[in-house]
């Protein structure tokens, strides 16, 4: 429960600030996401709700059984002058996506 608030915290933190800070890496992010049983993939803000890393034709299924989250300031515009900004988040959310997806895939019946 105190991980699960300190998270919490953080994160809004991250909101308030207008800071698009990420945390060490996306290995990181996902091991602590799993200790608090959080299997939701990063999806794009906005029209689409697209989701890095994952296949076109495979995002649906994906975000039905992971279920969605978004990280400040990754939607579908990109503000000019941010381009650099936008291109760690994608990368970010990239890699976190690859490295969730498995942890969240149920065993077909």
Do not use: W
């Not at 990109?78 to 760690?88: L, M, R």
């Amino acid at each position: 429960m105190a991980q699960t608030l300190r998270v919490v915290a953080g994160l809004l933190l991250l909101y308030i600030s207008g800071c698009y800070a990420l945390p060490e890496g996306a290995e990181q992010a996902v091991a602590q996401s799993l200790n608090i049983q959080d299997y939701r993939l990063i999806v794009r803000g906005g029209r689409g709700g697209g989701v890095p890393g994952i296949a076109e034709s495979e995002q649906e299924q994906a975000k039905n059984r992971c279920g969605v989250r978004y990280l400040a300031g990754f939607a579908d515009v990109i503000t000019p002058g941010k381009e650099a900004e936008y291109a760690q988040l994608e990368a970010y959310a990239t890699d976190y996506n690859r490295r969730m997806l498995p942890h969240c895939q149920k065993p077909e019946k």
